[in-house]
């Protein structure tokens, strides 16, 4: 894996989740697959493979380049920008 340039502008302490789950997806009644967290600002959002793709709509909203996996024993990271595990 390469650093892409995205990862040395994060916070230095992780963001504390701004929820257990996708808020976007209990507001229409969803149910994420998988969450996916914002390493900027703490949003947590689902991932691509749920109806609504949440956390890459976050991004595209925010510009915000790197979220986490935030599922139980999962540690990766992705960057948005360019497209690669960080």
Not at 22 to 39: D, I, K, M, T, Y
């Amino acid at each position: 894996m390469s650093e892409c340039t995205h990862v040395l502008g994060l916070p230095r302490a992780e963001p504390a989740p701004l929820s257990d789950t996708c808020r976007e997806c209990l507001a229409v009644g969803s149910h994420p697959v998988q969450l996916r967290l914002c390493l900027v600002c703490g949003h947590v959002g689902c991932c691509d493979s749920s109806p609504y793709r949440h956390a890459t709509g976050h991004y595209e909203e925010t510009g915000h380049p790197v979220m986490r996996s935030f599922e139980p024993g999962d540690s990766w990271r992705w960057c948005f920008t360019d497209q690669m595990l960080v």
